[in-house]
Structure formats: structure tokens, C-alpha cells
């Protein structure tokens, strides 16, 4: 044998080694990059993203102020750290720009921040900052959940919205049919009440005081449950309640009012073929309302009935069009945050008013809507308070 064949076979067979070798290092790599890989897909597949929001075109008459206003852009990022173990939260910015050197109007806040704790059916946890179990647009306030451009009135000055709470609580299906949900959670500061805009103020989104805490819950109930009900029929009663002391400030720094708040409140919504309809009624009663000031009520009043209709014709629902829709709506709402006033309190009349909005809904998709509509407030002021033109488009993810 020569050699030059001497050192073929040499180098041959030290090639051949240091394949051998560098086979398993190269194995080993593609399965951690692989593993990586697929841990990061996993991890990556418990995050759950969306959101919504809602810009607005707003018109009225006289003095009113016309304008343009990206009203809320909230962003929804959720995790399942297990099957059993999920956290969700909400961030909002209200009005587009926030700038407390100009006094711009806007916000940002923390509306949801909870982890459910799934332990059960009939039993599950909740603890962080969960929206306020009582009304329908408090707990369903996307724009395409609701008719109109602006939330109704009702859920400004009656039940607040959005109104969160921070605690902690249980919820879950008694049965299929009956639902509930009870918490404890951070109180009210009564010390911002007042005549014309009621308990609004006195929600604290920052770091609420535990001093006074709250009592709530809310139950649910489904008649048509689990079968199918003539028409198309959907329906669900509601009824939740609310009571809590009124010596809360943000930081634990409670301003030093005496008094209570209790809520009752019962709601509805209701389908039947092609028409849909919901109402709200509430009962607010505030011990202490005299040594609060500000003009609060003893007792705040109010409640809203809506019904809509779907025109939209199945055979247009093709194409583009094929998941869209067109409601058309009339509400009615009678809200007075001076219902009952304390001995010597005399009323102010701006806080006892009425609404009637009449509008459509055009939904491009479930989940994207263009509304428009018309307003005609009134209250028992001597003040003639403008008629509103309103246009919107609101959309969800």
C-alpha cells in the first residue's frame, strides 16, 4: 500500500471519527432548539390578546360643543399559568391625550387586573379588580354590546360605569339556569357625592380604602337554558345588591364622613325572533346624606327601557356582508339623583331628568359597528338642555 492511499484511509477514517462525534452534539442541539421551540410556542399560547374601543362624533345644538373624540382604546392581555389558573386584565386610555399640565380631560386606568381561581362549577375565586357585579353595561360596556354611540345615561349618573371594584369574591352555575356571583371588596368615598351626578365620584381608581368595605353579589337567571325555546327566545333576569360604608379614600386617606350606601338593583334582556329588548330599574338609599353635603340625595332613582329590531334582510347577508346586521332602537330613561332628600336639603332640579334616544346600529361584522343616533334630554331646570346628533364607530377583538 502507498503512502498517499496510507493517508486517504487516515484521513478518511478521522473524518469518519469526528463525524461520529459530532452526530450526537448536533442531535442533542436540534432537540433543545426543538424543545425551546415548543416551549416558547406553549408559553406563547396561554397569552390570550384584544381589546376594544370606540370613537365618537358628537353634535348639538345651540352652545353644545360639536366634536370629534377617540373616547376609550382598551387594551386585553390575559394568561393561563394552568387549566385552573387564569388571569385577565384591562388597561384603558379615555380621550386620546393625557397631559395633567393641560388639563387635557384624558385617562389612562387599570379597569380589570383579577386572577380566576376555576375550581368548580358551582365554586370558583376571584381576587384583583373585577368590574362591579350590578346593571348590564357595567359588566357589558363593548361597543357592539350595546345600542347607541354613548353609553345611556343611566349608567353615568345611576350605576356608574365603568365602576370597578377591588377584592375579593366567589362565582359560579348553581345549576345551568342560575348563576351568582358575591364579593368583598374596597368601598366608595361619600364625600364626593353630589346633586346632579349621584355616587359617580365616589368610585376610587387608583388605591381604594378598605376602611368602609363593600358588600356585593348578583344572581342570574336563564329560563330557556339548555333547550331551545320557541322563536328563537333568549332570556335573562338579573338582580344584584350593593351595600357599603362611605368613609373610603384613595390611599387610605378617608376623608371622614359617616354614612352608607345600599343598592338594589334588578335588570333584563330579552329576544324574540328579531327583536331584542333590555331594561334597568335601581334603588339607592345614603345614610348620612345630610352631614355628606354637596347636595346628595337620601335616595337616588332611576331606570331605562329599550327595545330594537333587526332589518337587515337575510338575502343581503352574502359576500362582504354575510355576518352583517342592522338594528334599529328607541330608549327611554327617567334618572333622578334627588328622588328623596334630607330634612332641610333642598332639591336641585338639574338632578331629575329624562332621555329619549332613538337611533341604528349597522354592524359590518359581530364584532365591528358603525351607530348613529338622536338625543333629546330634558330635566326640571329652567335650562333647555340641547338636542344631540351622535355618530360612532365602536369595535371589539
Not at 2 to 23: D, F
Not at 214 to 231: K, S
Request: proline share 5%; glycine share 12%; aromatic share 14%.
Amino acid at each position: 500500500m502507498s503512502g498517499k492511499e496510507n493517508a486517504r484511509r487516515n484521513c478518511s477514517g478521522s473524518l469518519r471519527y469526528k463525524v461520529r462525534t459530532l452526530i450526537p452534539g448536533v442531535v442533542v442541539s436540534i432537540m433543545l432548539c426543538a424543545g425551546s421551540a415548543w416551549a416558547a410556542a406553549t408559553e406563547t399560547s396561554r397569552f390570550t390578546f384584544g381589546g376594544y374601543g370606540e370613537m365618537h362624533a358628537n353634535f348639538g345644538e345651540g352652545k353644545a360643543p360639536d366634536q370629534f373624540d377617540i373616547h376609550r382604546l382598551v387594551a386585553y392581555v390575559g394568561y393561563e399559568f394552568a387549566d385552573w389558573i387564569r388571569f385577565h386584565s384591562e388597561v384603558e386610555i379615555e380621550h386620546a391625550f393625557v397631559s395633567p399640565e393641560e388639563r387635557s380631560g384624558g385617562e389612562v386606568s387599570v379597569e380589570q387586573a383579577y386572577f380566576d381561581l376555576l375550581l368548580y362549577d358551582r365554586v370558583n375565586v376571584r381576587v384583583g379588580r373585577f368590574l362591579t357585579p350590578i346593571g348590564i353595561v357595567n359588566r357589558k360596556h363593548e361597543p357592539p354590546a350595546f345600542n347607541g354611540v354613548e353609553r345611556p345615561s343611566f349608567d353615568q349618573f345611576i350605576l356608574p360605569s365603568t365602576w370597578s371594584s377591588d377584592g375579593i369574591g366567589i362565582f359560579g352555575s348553581l345549576v345551568p339556569a342560575l348563576k351568582y356571583e358575591v364579593y368583598v371588596a374596597g368601598g366608595l368615598d361619600g364625600s364626593k357625592f353630589n346633586a346632579v351626578d349621584g355616587i359617580r365620584e365616589g368610585r376610587i381608581e387608583e388605591r381604594p380604602s378598605l376602611n368602609n368595605p363593600a358588600f356585593m353579589g348578583r344572581i342570574d337567571y336563564f329560563p330557556f337554558a339548555g333547550r331551545a325555546a320557541a322563536w328563537g327566545q333568549v332570556l335573562r333576569i338579573g338582580a344584584s345588591a350593593y351595600y357599603s360604608g362611605v368613609n373610603n379614600g384613595n390611599g387610605g386617606n378617608n376623608p371622614g364622613v359617616s354614612g352608607n350606601l345600599l343598592i338594589y338593583s334588578g335588570d333584563f334582556e330579552y329576544s324574540i325572533s328579531k327583536f331584542d329588548f333590555r331594561g334597568v330599574i335601581a334603588h339607592e338609599r345614603i345614610q348620612g346624606a345630610k352631614e355628606i353635603g354637596n347636595g346628595t340625595a337620601s335616595e337616588i332613582f332611576g331606570w331605562y327601557l329599550e327595545g330594537g329590531y333587526h332589518i337587515f334582510p337575510d338575502a343581503w347577508k352574502k359576500g362582504k356582508l354575510a355576518k352583517s346586521d342592522v338594528v334599529v332602537f328607541a330608549r327611554y330613561e327617567d334618572l333622578n339623583t334627588q328622588f328623596r332628600m334630607p330634612a332641610g336639603v333642598v332639591k336641585d332640579p338639574a338632578g331629575d331628568r329624562t332621555q329619549w334616544t332613538a337611533g341604528v346600529n349597522f354592524y359590518l361584522t359581530p364584532n365591528v359597528v358603525v351607530k348613529a343616533d338622536y338625543q333629546v334630554p330634558d330635566d326640571n331646570s329652567a335650562n333647555r338642555l340641547p338636542k344631540l346628533i351622535n355618530f360612532g364607530l365602536g369595535w371589539q377583538y
